[in-house]
């Protein structure tokens, strides 16, 4: 069969041209390190690798979500170690002022003392993170959430942040979480409500649990001492008047004669009375009284209110008996209060310290979800070095053949056989 020249020039150049092409796909594999260069290459591999890298995506998003999370939970926590190491010395302080021996003076160093951390708490509880975003201000982040006086002006709304598919988290805490409220039923608190100079020279401890299944949480309980001896006022857990118990928990006759370190049992709770007897006999001859009352999840509602307090207890002098049982009751009152609020600042430290641990185990969840997606997408797409080393010298050598043949074959005449 006759072939043309021109036939045998297309064929030469369609066969170089064929193999440069491969040469140069192999070579461009090589050089970036793809198998899959173009989706043409492997159109259902790069659809999986297209799918693979936006569910990265996302991945790295809720990293990045986690970040900022820790970093205000982080700024969270080193506010309320402070908030924590100030409230210890506020109680350290209330210890020293229940020292009998202290002046008036004495006390009102004290009282200068606690203003001074009044206004750090005040400060810690206006704190703003690197944005200038107040920590503890709910979701009102551009205004402080505290006045001077200690009132609260932000919401009780927490910020959330997604860091992952499956968790939306919390992270902040609202400045009434802290500073303001102790969860009813978490505590139980005794506060007088006469005036000093009307009381009886009475003091007392307590109130403390001894029969949780008899309590009311959140109930509130009067105790009256006036001439007719102590009364107690109050609903027990099953509706009946609220009676004080003897030893073997049987009602006693209300009103019961005073004497001091007698213990009162009523609705669960225990507390002791103190005084001397004869002075409380002459009081309550010539018509003094006085009052407690025991109140349940609400006598610490508010930090600041509880400083301002003890200040104005520690500043006033003493100047009689009935103002020295007031200031003991005080104390005793303000101790409580501050151990609740030290309790409420360290639960809510735990929560922030629970959700640091639970950031860190969704960090190893999330990066091993990334080094699976990686290993996958490069299985579907990375190139096998060794086979395409292999590749590039076959095609190499094609084309240097297919490059010989054309030269040999373009060469060629039929002048050559007639010479």
Do not use: C, W
């Given at each position: 069969m006759r072939i043309s020249t021109q036939t045998l020039y297309a064929q030469g150049v369609t066969s170089m041209l064929d193999q440069q092409a491969a040469f140069s796909k192999v070579s461009e594999q090589l050089a970036t390190g793809r198998r899959v260069v173009n989706p043409s290459d492997d159109p259902s591999a790069a659809s999986q690798a297209v799918t693979i890298s936006q569910s990265q995506a996302v991945n790295e998003q809720f990293s990045d979500s986690r970040t900022t999370a820790r970093n205000n939970l982080s700024i969270e926590e080193s506010a309320l170690n402070q908030v924590t190491d100030t409230i210890t010395r506020v109680q350290s302080l209330i210890v020293q002022a229940g020292n009998g021996t202290l002046s008036d003076s004495d006390r009102d160093a004290l009282a200068t003392e606690i203003e001074g951390n009044r206004e750090v708490l005040l400060g810690l509880a206006n704190s703003t993170d690197g944005n200038g975003n107040y920590l503890?201000?709910?979701?009102?982040?551009?205004?402080?959430?505290?006045?001077?006086?200690?009132?609260?002006?932000?919401?009780?709304?927490?910020?959330?942040?997604?860091?992952?598919?499956?968790?939306?988290?919390?992270?902040?805490?609202?400045?009434?979480?802290?500073?303001?409220?102790?969860?009813?039923?978490?505590?139980?608190?005794?506060?007088?409500?006469?005036?000093?100079?009307?009381?009886?020279?009475?003091?007392?401890?307590?109130?403390?649990?001894?029969?949780?299944?008899?309590?009311?949480?959140?109930?509130?309980?009067?105790?009256?001492?006036?001439?007719?001896?102590?009364?107690?006022?109050?609903?027990?857990?099953?509706?009946?008047?609220?009676?004080?118990?003897?030893?073997?928990?049987?009602?006693?006759?209300?009103?019961?004669?005073?004497?001091?370190?007698?213990?009162?049992?009523?609705n669960g709770l225990s507390m002791t009375l103190s005084g001397d007897e004869q002075q409380v006999a002459e009081a309550q001859a010539s018509g003094k009284a006085t009052q407690l009352v025991i109140e349940e999840g609400e006598a610490s509602a508010d930090l600041f209110a509880n400083l301002d307090g003890l200040i104005t207890a520690l500043s006033t002098p003493i100047e009689s008996e009935a103002d020295q049982a007031a200031f003991n009751n005080a104390i005793s009152t303000a101790s409580r209060q501050f151990s609740n609020s030290l309790d409420n600042v360290l639960a809510v430290r735990a929560d922030v310290g629970t959700k640091l641990n639970e950031l860190d185990s969704l960090d190893i969840i999330g990066d091993d979800r990334e080094l699976n997606y990686a290993s996958t997408r490069s299985g579907l797409i990375d190139l096998d070095y060794n086979e395409a080393i292999s590749d590039y010298s076959l095609t190499q050598v094609g084309l240097q053949a297919s490059q010989q043949a054309f030269s040999d074959i373009s060469g060629m005449s039929l002048f050559d056989y007639l010479r």
């Open positions: 503890f201000g709910g979701m009102s982040g551009d205004t402080a959430p505290f006045d001077e006086d200690g009132s609260y002006r932000g919401d009780d709304e927490q910020r959330q942040q997604r860091v992952d598919s499956s968790r939306l988290m919390e992270v902040n805490h609202t400045g009434s979480q802290i500073f303001g409220g102790v969860a009813s039923g978490n505590q139980q608190l005794a506060r007088q409500t006469s005036e000093s100079a009307s009381s009886l020279p009475i003091t007392f401890k307590g109130p403390e649990v001894i029969d949780a299944s008899a309590r009311v949480d959140g109930a509130a309980y009067s105790v009256s001492i006036d001439a007719a001896g102590v009364t107690i006022s109050g609903i027990d857990a099953e509706g009946n008047d609220l009676s004080i118990l003897d030893d073997e928990g049987n009602p006693l006759p209300s009103p019961v004669a005073f004497s001091d370190g007698m213990t009162l049992a009523f």
